[in-house]
């Protein structure tokens, strides 16, 4: 059994900026992780995810994917989704549902990881709401194994440190936010067990508006016209996350540390 786990979670990644930049972050780093997390719900041009980026992304070392809202965005995630054994879509979604809610990963031998995905309610669209859920899912991956990792895809504050209380209740390894794309200052451990922060940032342009491009967007905000917007550039990137250090066999979190960094990438046409 591995002492510690040190585990990595990238926020959501914006798009080929992203993608590229969190290729060359882990060609330097994935080295440094016993496990590697992403959300990638807006990984294909800011929108979904299609199953080229899906594999894409595997091909980078990534060994657990989380979504959110717009992981229906790619119409053709309902043709692979079943076989994206990688891939968490939110436990929330009714019955029938494409996908799974959870995933337990192996690590080695005797360890192993569960990973939750669960969307909120508050200023989103409507969904069943996740606490009695996401109770039910930690208690049944917790039979298999004590390391449990949620990404709450959520937009209120509130919402997202009621739920790390919530799930520290449960036992629950970490609570980690994604969505908005800003990455918090607050993160702590909850209950001397639980890693939590607030949303975990992006990794895509820097210069852009949450990874979108910026004139684009100013000009949707100021005309309230419905224009798509689109991703920005590539030439500089930022990569934001967290690193965990988790004791696999109680599952208590020892410490949480943002990653920050900004990268320059070549203009790149594939």
Excluded at 64 to 72: E, K, L, P
Excluded at 115 to 128: Q, T
Excluded at 173 to 178: L, W
Aim: charged letters at 25%; glycine letters at 8%.
């Amino acid at each position: 059994m591995i002492r510690k786990l040190k585990i990595l979670f990238l926020g959501d990644l914006v798009g080929r900026p992203g993608r590229f930049g969190v290729r060359e972050f882990l060609e330097k780093h994935k080295n440094n992780y016993d496990f590697i997390i992403a959300n990638v719900e807006n990984a294909s041009h800011g929108y979904g995810l299609t199953k080229k980026n899906y594999e894409e992304l595997c091909s980078y070392g990534i060994h657990a994917m989380t979504s959110g809202n717009h992981i229906w965005d790619r119409k053709e995630i309902f043709e692979y989704i079943s076989q994206a054994d990688k891939l968490v879509r939110p436990l929330n979604f009714p019955e029938g549902t494409p996908g799974q809610g959870s995933r337990i990963f192996k690590i080695d031998e005797t360890t192993s990881i569960g990973i939750i995905n669960i969307l909120g309610v508050v200023f989103m669209s409507p969904l069943a709401p996740p606490w009695e859920l996401l109770k039910k899912e930690i208690e049944k991956l917790k039979a298999q194994t004590p390391v449990i990792i949620i990404d709450f895809h959520a937009e209120a504050t509130a919402e997202k440190i009621s739920c790390a209380h919530i799930a520290a209740r449960q036992g629950a390894s970490a609570v980690i936010g994604t969505h908005t794309h800003v990455r918090t200052a607050d993160e702590k451990i909850i209950e001397n067990t639980t890693a939590y922060i607030t949303d975990a940032g992006f990794c895509g342009p820097q210069k852009s508006i949450i990874g979108m491009d910026i004139d684009n967007s100013i000009k949707r905000l100021t005309t309230m016209l419905p224009i798509r917007l689109e991703v920005g550039p590539m030439e500089q990137v930022q990569i934001n996350g967290v690193e965990l250090v988790i004791d696999p066999k109680t599952g208590h979190s020892e410490s949480i540390k943002r990653i920050s960094e900004v990268l320059s990438l070549k203009s790149e046409v594939n």
